[in-house]
């Protein structure tokens, strides 16, 4: 039973530029969120997709977007990157009743330079 | 402002000894989950408490809840090399979110 996948694993970005994240989420997991963990930090809620509306956001500006497709995967949206954005992006599934039931995959690690 | 506090935030002990982790706040929670992450990779769901006062225990390891369900608590008895990671904790907001401590690095020593 796969898990949460995310790809890529590592990408190198340049200021200003854009960049595309994906998650497939677990087998038989409907929602997924995404989080930023910058080094040395906790992560940081960025938002939440189900039945592939945005349903809650984090402190992150408009820069960030995301989209959930009907096989319930998501993509996050990083527009005119900074260099602050360097961190570890990470996607979290769970199946939409079960509030506790999170698994992380094991993140993309994104430097801006 | 970090709604959930840890401490320590860094730790460094021998093996064998016991350690306890805090994770405090002013904010009341749902439930509240522990998680360890090892380097390059995501997050790992130890506990979920979500009963004031609930103690859990896993092995070596015993998680309580605070009474008023805004802190938490988590104790390693007997620590092995093994147990060496990131140490977090996460209160869960609505159905929506998480919102994460700062972490714990454990470091165990041989």
């Known amino acids: 039973d796969a898990g949460v996948t995310q790809s890529p694993t590592h990408l190198i970005k340049t200021r200003g530029q854009q960049v595309t994240l994906r998650c497939s989420p677990k087998?038989?997991?409907?929602?997924v969120s995404w989080y930023q963990q910058a080094l040395g930090q906790g992560p940081q809620f960025i938002f939440q997709?189900?039945?592939?509306?945005?349903?809650q956001r984090g402190n992150f500006p408009d820069r960030f977007s995301g989209h959930q497709f009907p096989n319930y995967s998501s993509e996050l949206n990083v527009n005119a990157l900074w260099l602050g954005d360097s961190a570890l992006y990470l996607c979290?599934?769970?199946?939409?009743?079960?509030?506790?039931?999170?698994?992380f995959g094991s993140g993309t690690r994104l430097t801006v330079v | 402002t970090q709604l959930l506090e840890q401490s320590p935030q860094f730790l460094s002990i021998q093996e064998g000894e016991n350690l306890t982790v805090y994770c405090n706040s002013s904010?009341?929670?749902?439930?509240l989950q522990w998680y360890r992450q090892e380097p390059g990779e995501g997050p790992v769901l130890l506990v979920t408490?979500?009963?004031?006062?609930e103690v859990k225990k896993l092995k070596r390891l015993t998680f309580q809840f605070g009474d008023a369900r805004k802190d938490s608590s988590l104790h390693i008895t007997a620590a092995q090399p093994g147990d060496t990671g990131l140490y977090l904790c996460?209160?869960?907001?609505?159905?929506?979110?998480?919102?994460f401590g700062q972490g714990t690095r454990l470091t165990i020593n041989p």
């Open positions: 904010s009341v929670f749902s439930s």
């Open positions: 979290a599934s769970r199946n939409w009743a079960d509030r506790d039931g999170y698994t």
């Open positions: 087998s038989g997991h409907d929602t």
């Open positions: 408490v979500v009963t004031g006062g």
């Open positions: 996460a209160g869960v907001r609505g159905a929506q979110k998480l919102v």
């Open positions: 997709y189900y039945e592939e509306e945005e349903r």
